[in-house]
């Protein structure tokens, strides 16, 4: 049941991703090019999905527990470190060279595209660098 | 090339990633971040984690054929950039998203929803660089 949830759960955020033109590297980086062929429309994405979370969030923890069982997984770090600010100023490089960013590259594979899967795999090697570069775990997620 | 302004697909559909970040949290008491979700799948802990996370993953992947199947059409999806810079891009934002512990899903989504210092530092930071790439390689280098 835990996993037709997560798989329900999934589908939902892939529509919004397709929904939205999230998974469009073209408008991805129209987004970014402000000098040029500019298209806004990303930043109501932004807004859409915060309006929801924001709230959803704080309903959600109204639960002692999640309704599968476990606890909330709420990452704990506060420090604002060079790992947190030099990986973020690098993953923008990578996203504005590219146009796809992980979660909406994860719903635009199942358009079947090729050019996905490559980034993809791309993104993979990228994480077994960061593995070999910088051996210390890094905690998941945000 | 130009791409049509859509506030209200877009509006819409980020609505729906609040509601799956949302559920995820809901439900299983974890963080919609694409990274994380990834690099767990690459690099599994235990059973238990690799398995939600292959359900998560399955149902995104099933969106665009579902949105096929109802309207005819594939999500719109265009590349205008080269497979050598798909494969750079990718290598950098693997490499950096891991480094910086999230992607836009990660800490744009969840991470600002939760008020995360973290997030707040992380998410201008690579909006700017974002932009920053994209000014030098289209006007600059004109790419």
């Not at chain 1, 949830?5 to 998974?23: C, K, W």
């Not at chain 1, 929801?52 to 069982?69: H, K, N, S």
């Not at chain 2, 299983?28 to 802990?45: C, D, N, Q, V």
Request: proline residues 5%; hydrophobic residues 55%; charged residues 10%.
């Amino acid at each position: 049941m835990k996993l037709v949830f997560a798989l329900f759960t999934g589908l939902i955020f892939g529509i919004g991703i397709a929904v939205s033109g999230m998974m469009d590297p073209a408008k991805v980086l129209n987004f970014f090019d402000i000098a040029g062929t500019w298209d806004p429309s990303l930043a109501f994405v932004m807004g859409g999905a915060l309006l929801v979370t924001f709230f959803g969030y704080r309903l959600a923890w109204r639960q002692t527990t999640p309704l599968f069982g476990g606890r909330f997984q709420i990452p704990s770090a506060t420090a604002v470190d060079k790992r947190l600010v030099g990986g973020s100023a690098l993953f923008g490089v990578g996203w504005g060279i590219a146009g796809f960013c992980p979660g909406a590259a994860i719903p635009a594979l199942g358009t079947g595209r090729w050019e996905v899967a490559l980034f993809l795999v791309a993104v993979l090697a990228g994480f077994v660098l960061r593995r070999l570069l910088f051996a210390r775990p890094v905690k998941s997620a945000a | 090339m130009e791409t049509a302004f859509t506030p209200i697909a877009s509006f819409g559909g980020g609505l729906a990633i609040g509601l799956g970040s949302v559920l995820l949290m809901l439900g299983l008491g974890r963080i919609m971040g694409a990274t994380g979700i990834l690099s767990g799948l690459a690099f599994p802990e235990n059973r238990e984690e690799f398995a939600w996370r292959t359900a998560l993953v399955v149902g995104m992947i099933l969106a665009p054929g579902l949105i096929y199947a109802a309207t005819g059409a594939m999500p719109e999806l265009t590349v205008p950039v080269s497979p050598t810079m798909i494969v750079i891009g990718g290598v950098i934002v693997g490499l950096g998203a891991s480094l910086g512990s999230g992607c836009t899903s990660g800490h744009g989504v969840c991470g600002l929803s939760r008020l995360s210092f973290r997030s707040l530092v992380a998410v201008p930071t690579f909006m700017v660089t974002a932009a920053i790439t994209v000014f030098l390689i289209r006007h600059v280098f004109g790419v």
